[in-house]
C-alpha cells in the first residue's frame, strides 16, 4: 500500500579538502601495480574534512539548499532525523539538536539521531514517511558521514573508498492518492554480521575490513540485488517501469555488479562514486540530489532507492 507522501526538496554538501586516488595509492598499497587498483577503486576523486568543516556544518549546508527548494522556513519542519555511521560531532546531545540550532529553531520540531550503517538513510525515509503518513510533516533527513577521521593505511581498502560527505531530502504531505512511496523492503542480514566493525569512536581505531573483497562484492549484490527485485515484486512494477535506480555506490565496479543483480541498465543510473567516492548512508540521497539538480529526476518518475 503506497504511503502517501512527497520529496519537496534535496541538497547535498561535499568537504573542502579533494584528495586524488594517484595522492593515496603509493600510501595504501607501496609497491603495488597502481593500474591495477585503479580499476579496482572505480573512485577517481573523494573529499575528506579539511580545516573549518564538521558534520554538522555539511549536514546545516545540505538541509539548508533542500528548505530552499522545498520554499520552506526551518520554523516549519516539524522532524530533524540525523543520520550517520561515523558518529557526527557529538555523543549527547544527538547531533540533530546542533543542526537545529544552527537553523535558529527552537521548539518547534523533534530531532533525533539514527545509525543503520549504509542502509541509514533508507531506514531514516522509512521514518520520514511513516510520520508524514500520519500527520506529521515537513520531516527533514539528513545522512552524513565523516569516514576520514577514522581511515589508516592499515586497513587500506577502507582508505580507498570510503568519502566524507552529507545530503538532505525532505519529506512532505501529498495530495495524490498514486504518489508516495510504493513499497518498502528493508531486512537485517547475518552474511558478513561481525566481519565489518567499527569500535566506539576513540582515537587510535578504526575501520576493519576482514572480508575479502569478493566476499564484500558477493554479499552486496546478494543483498542490495535480493531487496531490490522484492520491492519491485510488492511494489507491482518491473525495471522497465523504474525510471531511475539510485542505489548505494561502494564504488565504482560494483555499482555496475549491483545495477545488473537489480536488472538494470546504465541507463537508469547515475553514478557518482567516481567523484566522491562511496558515501555511506549518504551515497543514496547524494545521487538523488544531484539527479535532481541536473534535471534527470522529474516529478512523477518512480525511482528504486
Keep these: 500500500m503506497t504511503i502517501p507522501c512527497r520529496i519537496l526538496g534535496t541538497g547535498s554538501a561535499l568537504p573542502s579538502r579533494c584528495v586524488t586516488t594517484d595522492e593515496l595509492l603509493p600510501i595504501?598499497?607501496?609497491?603495488?601495480?597502481?593500474?591495477?587498483?585503479?580499476?579496482?577503486?572505480g573512485i577517481r576523486t573523494r573529499y575528506w574534512l579539511g580545516e573549518g568543516d564538521t558534520a554538522t556544518s555539511l549536514c546545516v549546508n545540505a538541509v539548508r539548499q533542500a528548505l530552499d527548494m522545498a520554499g520552506l522556513h526551518p520554523r516549519e519542519l516539524s522532524r530533524i532525523l540525523f543520520v550517520t555511521q561515523t558518529g557526527g560531532d557529538y555523543g549527547i546531545p544527538a547531533n540533530a539538536n546542533h543542526i537545529a540550532a544552527a537553523l535558529d529553531i527552537d521548539d518547534t520540531y523533534d530531532a533525533f539521531d539514527l545509525n543503520n550503517t549504509c542502509t541509514g538513510f533508507l531506514t531514516g525515509l522509512d521514518i520520514a514517511a511513516r510520520s508524514v503518513a500520519t500527520g506529521m510533516g515537513p520531516v527533514a533527513v539528513i545522512a552524513v558521514e565523516t569516514f576520514s577521521r577514522n581511515l589508516t593505511p592499515q586497513d587500506p581498502r577502507a582508505m580507498m573508498v570510503f568519502a566524507d560527505g552529507a545530503a538532505a531530502c525532505i519529506l512532505g504531505p501529498s495530495d495524490h492518492a498514486d504518489e508516495g512511496v510504493l513499497a518498502i523492503h528493508l531486512r537485517n542480514n547475518a552474511?558478513?554480521?561481525?566481519?565489518?566493525?567499527?569500535?566506539?569512536?576513540?582515537?587510535?581505531?578504526?575501520?576493519?575490513?576482514?572480508?575479502?573483497?569478493?566476499?564484500?562484492?558477493?554479499?552486496?549484490?546478494?543483498?542490495?540485488?535480493?531487496?531490490?527485485?522484492?520491492?519491485?515484486?510488492?511494489?507491482?512494477?518491473?525495471?522497465?517501469?523504474?525510471?531511475?535506480?539510485?542505489?548505494?555506490?561502494?564504488?565504482?565496479?560494483?555499482?555496475?555488479?549491483?545495477a545488473a543483480a537489480a536488472g538494470f541498465g546504465e541507463d537508469k543510473l547515475f553514478p557518482v562514486v567516481d567523484e566522491v567516492g562511496s558515501l555511506g548512508a549518504a551515497s543514496s540521497p547524494y545521487s538523488l540530489d544531484k539527479a535532481i539538480r541536473a534535471g534527470a529526476v522529474k516529478s512523477g518518475q518512480t525511482l528504486l532507492l
Excluded at 595504501?28 to 577503486?41: C, E, I, T, W
Excluded at 569512536?201 to 578504526?206: D, S
Excluded at 519491485?232 to 548505494?248: S, T
Aim: charged fraction near 25%.
Design 28 to 41: 595504501a598499497f607501496p609497491g603495488r601495480n597502481h593500474d591495477d587498483l585503479r580499476a579496482k577503486v
Design 191 to 258: 552474511m558478513l554480521r561481525g566481519r565489518i566493525i567499527h569500535e566506539h569512536p576513540q582515537p587510535g581505531l578504526y575501520y576493519k575490513f576482514a572480508p575479502t573483497g569478493k566476499e564484500l562484492a558477493d554479499a552486496a549484490i546478494a543483498c542490495i540485488g535480493g531487496a531490490s527485485r522484492e520491492v519491485m515484486r510488492v511494489a507491482g512494477r518491473g525495471p522497465d517501469e523504474v525510471d531511475w535506480f539510485l542505489p548505494h555506490q561502494p564504488n565504482g565496479p560494483l555499482f555496475a555488479g549491483i
